[in-house]
């Protein structure tokens, strides 16, 4: 059927006319319809996955045939980790051969200690928009220690060393560790391997960079190229680099594959708390077990706060009870110095106490006091008192320390939280004695090193 149309220009007066044919529209149109089925694979976020094929026909009534558009099921596809983006299937079962293997007896205790804390380092990933995987992270440096210290001196959760977290911004004083506080040493582990990913465009590399140092990873990369498709254990690392990257991707696939699991962590919220305050008296009148504030709170050195504001993170089910009993949680009792001219008598009436009370206050208390003991005493001379330590604290490591090419005693000591005289007392040695790499010495390492 032919058909013309006269349109009238207003402006010229010219009369446009057009012909068409509606044989030749219906022609077009059937000539876009498809003909074939096309199986089209998409990822599971597509919004619109058809869930059945459905026929449509169209009655071409040129020619009485009929044409069929056909829609076919869209099939979904999971979506691939980051961390595991590029790696092949033999490496990651390989990875998580390995990492079932070395965690699966010790995967309780570690998702039994991440739920103190892995609240707020699931939200501080969030907010850096990194990948949530990075999670397994700690359970490879620290099983997720949170007050874990290694021979080299790496503390905390992620492991940080005393220089790698000065430059990443994370700062430690005699009353708070920074790389023992959750959102500090994570916000800044995490930084630095989103800065490693950024620089070597490639997981495993970053993760390796995390564990050895970046400069190492670009030097043995100089001699030897490395790319995903070549395989995790051809990666140009030492041994134990490579089993830890194995071990983050292994364990990044069994979480992925449910075959390993973190128990839901608990659910806190900050309090700021003014001094004076007995931290640990605060939580044992609220109805908390003994110690349990301080796993929600690694970062504390101290257990008393006597004259420094403090925010601790609580549980939410405690919250309202602590809040509620934080003028009740005064300290009761300090800890006193000892100073020369100091004796029994004087330090029991300057308490109020007698000297049988002040002997029952600190047991094994001799007849005679020495320059820097501290005795247990009444919280009413604050001034002078001493705060009682957190008592995850308590007590030193005895590492076997192997020296490295420009250590000194003291920034050995500086690691570890002594002093040079007690490194050099311990080991016999002077404090003018050279010290060569390769030398062994033992350290009394304390965990409440800056």
């Given amino acids: 059927m032919t058909g013309l149309t006269f349109t009238p220009d207003k402006k010229s007066g010219h009369i446009t006319v057009r012909l068409f044919s509606l044989f030749g529209a219906l022609f077009l149109i059937s000539a876009c319809v498809p003909q074939k089925k096309h199986t089209v694979t998409v990822n599971s976020h597509t919004n619109a996955a058809l869930k059945q094929a459905k026929t449509v026909d169209m009655d071409a009534k040129s020619n009485h045939e009929s044409t069929k558009l056909e829609y076919v099921e869209l099939v979904p596809t999971a979506p691939v980790d980051p961390l595991l983006v590029g790696i092949s299937a033999e490496d990651i079962a390989m990875s998580k051969a390995q990492a079932k293997r070395n965690f699966q007896r010790s995967w309780k205790a570690i998702g039994t200690r991440s739920r103190f804390v892995r609240q707020r380092l699931l939200a501080t990933l969030k907010e850096l928009d990194a990948p949530m995987a990075l999670q397994v992270l700690p359970a490879v440096e620290s099983t997720y220690d949170t007050y874990a210290l290694s021979p080299a001196g790496a503390l905390g959760l992620w492991q940080l060393m005393p220089r790698t977290a000065h430059v990443l911004g994370v700062r430690s004083g005699k009353k708070v560790n920074g790389r023992r506080n959750i959102s500090d040493a994570t916000s800044a582990a995490v930084r630095y391997l989103q800065k490693m990913h950024k620089r070597f465009n490639n997981w495993p590399l970053a993760i390796a960079a995390y564990n050895m140092g970046p400069y190492a990873v670009a030097r043995r990369l100089k001699k030897h190229g490395w790319k995903n498709a070549d395989g995790l254990e051809n990666m140009p690392i030492p041994v134990a680099t490579r089993a830890y990257v194995q071990h983050v991707i292994g364990l990044t696939a069994l979480l992925n ?116 003991q501290h005795l247990k005493v009444p919280a009413n001379r604050l001034a002078q008192a001493v705060a009682d330590h957190n008592p995850l604290l308590a007590g030193d490591h005895r590492i076997r320390y192997k020296v490295r090419t420009g250590d000194s005693l003291w920034r050995i000591a500086n690691q570890f939280g002594t002093t040079p005289k007690a490194i050099a007392r311990s080991n016999q040695i002077t404090m003018k004695h050279i010290l060569r790499a390769g030398d062994i010495l033992w350290v009394f390492a304390k965990v409440r090193p800056s």
């Fill in 257 to 372: 594959n449910n075959e390993f699991t973190f128990p839901k962590p608990i659910k806190t919220r900050p309090l700021e708390i003014e001094a004076p305050v007995d931290i640990e008296r605060l939580a044992q009148i609220s109805g908390m077990k003994k110690d349990e504030i301080f796993r929600f709170n690694p970062c504390l050195n101290q257990a008393q706060y006597l004259r420094q504001t403090i925010t601790i993170h609580v549980p939410v089910s405690y919250f309202e009870s602590m809040r509620n009993n934080v003028a009740l949680a005064g300290p009761s009792y300090v800890k006193q110095t000892i100073k020369d001219g100091d004796n029994l008598w004087d330090l029991a009436r300057a308490h109020n106490i007698s000297v049988k009370t002040l002997k029952n206050l600190n047991r094994g208390l001799g007849k005679y006091l020495r320059i820097g």
